[in-house]
């Protein structure tokens, strides 16, 4: 936005941040007046005050812990959650990209960003708040066990003998062996033309910014069991999408945490509740020992040894030096995934722009609920026999010689060309080049970005407000035309089954790609 058009609009004022003192006073003035009045007096949307509600008991606590001063108002307990924030993105993504960090190293990065914050004097790391900050995010078992690890380091080829040694000693089969791992989304982001564009990829007068989540998949060796992706929003959610979760009517496992990132309360509570009762139904449908291995990288939030056990069914690490080579999920799954997603979204921005509604209009009414429908689509797509080849560096090879030489990704459904020729038929984007696309496609996994942020970026990720919300567009089409009959006739369906729970989800998904049809018909009119 001009700077011209920020003076037509005075209203429109720059959102106050409150420390956590501020918001434990306001609060206490919302028990004696109603929150319509406190939302004019202190023009803080309902919805945040709604928010801080739910989270009373945190914030008394961090103002107990971080007291003001009135030298320094900005050392409170919102900006130190920051502070802690970033550190532990910075030692996140140290630690993937194969660092080991002595304790003297984060606790001189925690003082850098306490200076980069501009935070005040008065913190010092000290060993007491370093404590505190490791158990907070399960640093001391971390730690533990990367020291593990890295006392005996194999190789690839060593890990793959290591690994078939194991299946074979407890007689384990492919649909016995797991593996999860997480990827960025960011659901609105548009590609840019070309790599060398300058300008946001954004459209002109839409952010992208915080419309992030994060998606873990995990799966079988061979495919049969996919479990229902792990979707991680920035907040909880109300309205239609709360009544499904807690009907536990969603194809998703939906969790909420402060910036969208997997943490090990989410994993750990996942592994409990969805994954081991699912894996304890797959294999006694199928009259097998109930025991399995999940592989997972060496990511914090998945350290957590002691708690993810059930019985015989057991987490696995892969050695943090050949995860990006051997990991199943990055050897094309997650990528084919992110190519069934991005074909969806680019459809639907086409379904729009044929029917008169520009791309910011469009995406403005993208919410949580549509990208749920879209990546599940999208992770349905993904076929058993891509799952299976991207087993291929570990599993072993008698598993590959039934039937199964001719596999093969490129056989996948949807391909890159096919891509780039759906966003060439966007206003503005007729001369995209493949690359970019390319670059576009991929860019958000995590399994391919261990890159190191600078202060200044982590400081830029912590910045992001989380109340601010573009509000939701009505998108109005054209009845007149026979395709969109049949998209709404779907869409009516689908809301009416969505309430009235009476067919099988197979015939779910056939109304969903009934109505993906038609608008591929009327995209190609």
């Not at 959650?81 to 984060?106: C, H, M, Q, T």
């Not at 954004?202 to 915080?210: I, L, Q, T």
């Not at 493949?434 to 890159?451: F, G, L, P």
Request: glycine share 2%.
């Amino acid at each position: 936005m001009s700077n011209e058009e920020v003076d037509k609009n005075p209203e429109r004022k720059k959102r106050e941040r409150f420390n956590v003192l501020e918001k434990c006073n306001i609060l206490h003035e919302l028990e004696k007046s109603g929150a319509a009045v406190i939302s004019k007096k202190y023009s803080i949307p309902r919805r945040t005050l709604r928010r801080w509600v739910a989270q009373k008991k945190k914030l008394i606590e961090q103002d107990r812990t971080y007291k003001l001063t009135s030298k320094d108002k900005r050392v409170n307990g919102a900006v130190m959650y920051d502070l802690e924030e970033a550190l532990y993105i910075w030692f996140d993504r140290n630690v993937k990209a194969g660092a080991f960090l002595p304790s003297p190293l984060i606790t001189a990065k925690a003082r850098e960003l306490h200076s980069e914050f501009g935070m005040m004097k008065n913190f010092v790391a000290s060993e007491r708040w370093f404590y505190r900050w490791k158990k907070k995010y399960n640093i001391q078992q971390y730690i533990r066990c990367i020291e593990t690890m890295l006392a005996d380091v194999p190789s690839a080829n060593t890990f793959k003998i290591d690994f078939q040694n194991i299946m074979d000693k407890e007689e384990l089969l492919p649909c016995q062996i797991f593996d999860a791992d997480e990827t960025d989304l960011n659901f609105k982001q548009m590609p840019k033309r070309t790599l060398v564009e300058e300008s946001s990829s954004a459209p002109s007068g839409f952010k992208v910014n915080k419309d992030r989540v994060t998606i873990m998949l995990c799966s079988n060796a061979d495919g049969s069991l996919k479990m229902p992706l792990i979707i991680i929003g920035k907040s909880a959610e109300s309205g239609a999408i709360n009544k499904q979760i807690k009907s536990n009517n969603l194809p998703v496992y939906y969790a909420s945490q402060k910036r969208a990132w997997m943490n090990a309360e989410i994993f750990t509570k996942w592994f409990k509740d969805d994954f081991v009762k699912r894996v304890k139904q797959f294999l006694t449908e199928k009259e097998l020992p109930v025991k399995a291995k999940l592989l997972l990288d060496n990511a914090s939030c998945h350290l957590l040894t002691n708690e993810l056990i059930d019985g015989d069914i057991r987490v696995m690490y892969l050695p943090a030096n050949i995860t990006s080579t051997v990991q199943p999920m990055n050897q094309g799954i997650i990528e084919t995934f992110k190519k069934y997603y991005r074909s969806l979204f680019l459809i639907a921005i086409l379904y729009a722009q044929k029917n008169g509604i520009d791309i910011v209009s469009f995406l403005k009414s993208v919410d949580i609920e549509i990208v749920i429908d879209w990546v599940s689509h999208a992770w349905n797509n993904v076929k058993d026999d891509t799952i299976f080849k991207c087993w291929k560096q570990i599993l072993p090879d008698r598993f590959y010689t039934i039937n199964r030489n001719s596999i093969s990704i490129s056989n996948e459904a949807i391909t890159d060309e096919q891509i780039l020729r759906t966003v060439r038929q966007i206003n503005d984007y007729a001369l995209a080049d493949n690359e970019a696309i390319q670059k576009w496609i991929t860019h958000d996994s995590r399994s391919h970005d261990v890159s190191i942020p600078t202060n200044a970026e982590l400081v830029n990720m912590m910045s992001v407000d989380n109340d601010a919300e573009e509000p939701n567009v009505i998108v109005e089409l054209n009845e007149n035309v026979h395709p969109n009959d049949a998209v709404a006739a779907a869409n009516t369906l689908l809301s009416f089954f969505e309430k009235n729970p009476a067919l099988p989800e197979s015939i779910i998904w056939s109304i969903k790609e009934a109505r993906l049809a038609a608008m591929k018909i009327y995209i190609s009119k």
